[in-house]
């Protein structure tokens, strides 16, 4: 099921954005191995229902300090279509794994290489969260209030939106030009790469004199009236985002205000929004979310209640969609996008690294003797019988 059954991803166990894009791929129907360590990690796969980024892969531990886990890996790289880790640059040419290596093999292979700042570049050995990448971008000093400064938000801008959905894109442009020319690559996906590109109509913004440098003082920056959220009667927030004229109007008729939604020019004058904010604010202090719910959602004045992650679920639109769905006791999204004929169901739950290490050995030929002497000399291994969360 799904438009990318048949593919063979091999994950090298890490955390974060490669992860993520593995669990993406996976959700649209990739057979997804990942190679986990022996023992595990505390920040890393657990197998709890609720680690939902690392759900749809079949995992196998290997040590890979020992040249025999190293060869066995190389072996399940043999017939894989894509490689993926997310170590920093020299860790797999360490291991004995990088891409000289690993394509000498299989050259048809995709050697997918995430990292915060790149594989190249003053900064490329720097240990670096989202927070890092994103202040390099540009993105984090135009995101807050001017009254205070950047607001780090969350680590969707940079390790999901500049790092997974970037490493997930350039993963299935590489299988389409193979599908062309035969021939596997190397992939450099950096977060910081990806931010920039993520940026580019902001800096286009910017470059046109658009966008200033001041926070909350721009149209999409929560500077703009008609652009911002706002605190209700019951201390619930709404969100409006009435920017084309004819949205602003028919905020403007729903209120009963004049918002001077009629020249378009004097609504775009940054002089006029200090003013405008503060009547729209005194206005939706009046009634509760639900109240306004009532008066404004689903029309043209481009709203919606700013819901928690508790809520989100039962709202109607969503429950309508099937967005979200609850497995093993834990709400998590399901596959998207849809596709016509190619259908996604949910892969399946978190593994126990580890759970699958005897099949993995089995499918590359070792016999059971064999397996358990892989086991016994720890080249691999398998979950510990007392515990369900940790190799």
């Known amino acids: 099921m799904g438009p990318l059954a048949g593919l063979r991803i091999i994950e090298f166990a890490g955390l974060g954005p490669a992860p993520f894009a593995c669990m993406l791929l996976a959700d649209l129907g990739a057979e997804v191995i990942r190679i986990d360590r022996p023992g595990g990690s505390a920040l890393g796969p657990s197998g709890d229902p609720g680690d939902v980024i690392n759900r749809g892969r079949r995992t196998i531990a290997l040590n890979l300090k020992q040249p025999q886990a190293i ?53 490329a050995q720097a240990a670096g969260h989202d927070l890092n990448y994103i202040a390099l971008s540009g993105a984090l000093a135009a995101i807050g209030r001017s009254d205070s400064g950047p607001v780090p938000p969350l ?53 046109t004199g658009l966008w200033s440098g001041k926070r909350q003082d721009n149209m999409l920056d929560g500077g703009a009236p008609f652009y ?26 729903k209120l009963g205000e004049d918002l001077g939604a009629a020249d378009l020019m004097q609504r775009l004058d940054r002089a006029e929004w200090p003013a405008r904010k503060a009547q729209l604010a005194s206005l939706f202090l009046q ?74 050995l089995a499918e590359l030929g070792c016999d059971s003797d064999k397996i358990e002497r892989l086991l016994a000399d720890g080249i691999a291994a398998v979950p510990s019988e007392n515990t369900s969360k940790t190799v």
């Not at 911002?228 to 008729?253: H, M, N, R, V």
């Open 71 to 123: 060869e066995l890996a190389l072996r399940l790289l043999d017939d894989a279509d894509v490689l993926v880790e997310g170590f920093r640059p020299g860790v797999m040419e360490k291991l004995g794994l990088g891409p000289e290596v690993c394509t000498a093999r299989n050259k048809a292979l995709i050697y997918a290489r995430m990292t915060g700042w790149g594989q190249e570049g003053p900064l």
């Open 155 to 207: 680590n969707l801008v940079g390790d999901f939106g500049g790092g997974s959905l970037y490493l997930a894109l350039g993963i299935c442009a590489a299988l389409l030009e193979r599908s062309r020319s035969g021939q596997g690559q190397v992939l450099d996906v950096a977060i910081s790469d990806g931010v920039v590109s993520l940026m580019a109509p902001l800096f286009a913004f910017h470059g």
């Open 228 to 253: 911002d959220t706002y605190e209700c009667a019951d201390g619930e927030w709404i969100s409006i985002a009435a920017i084309e004229t004819q949205f602003y109007q028919e905020l403007a008729d």
């Open 287 to 360: 009634r509760t979310r639900a109240e306004w719910c009532e008066l404004l959602e689903g029309s043209d004045v481009c709203f919606a209640p700013v819901l928690s992650m508790a809520e989100a679920p039962d709202h109607p639109h969503n429950r309508a969609r099937g967005i979200l769905v609850e497995r093993d006791g834990v709400v998590q999204p399901r596959p998207t996008p849809n596709f016509s004929r190619s259908h996604c169901e949910l892969p399946g739950a978190p593994p126990v690294p580890g759970s699958d290490t005897r099949k993995l």
